[in-house]
């Protein structure tokens, strides 16, 4: 099976009382590419670990 060839640029990031919310552009051989605006959401972080994070449009 051949993986897909996919790139990523970084919009935004913003520190909320929630946690950190990092705004992407995801490209690449996928079908719908690209997908701009997708919100990575990282809650209950530390430096070793990510316990929540929630992706959305």
Known sequence: MRKPLVSYEITDVEQT????VV???IS???PGS???GLRFRFAEY???RIRR???AP
């Open 28 to 30: 690449g051989d996928l």
């Open 23 to 25: 705004t992407a552009t």
């Open 46 to 48: 530390d430096d070793t």
């Open 34 to 36: 690209p997908f701009a």
């Open 17 to 20: 009382p929630a946690g950190t």
């Open 53 to 55: 994070l929630r992706i």
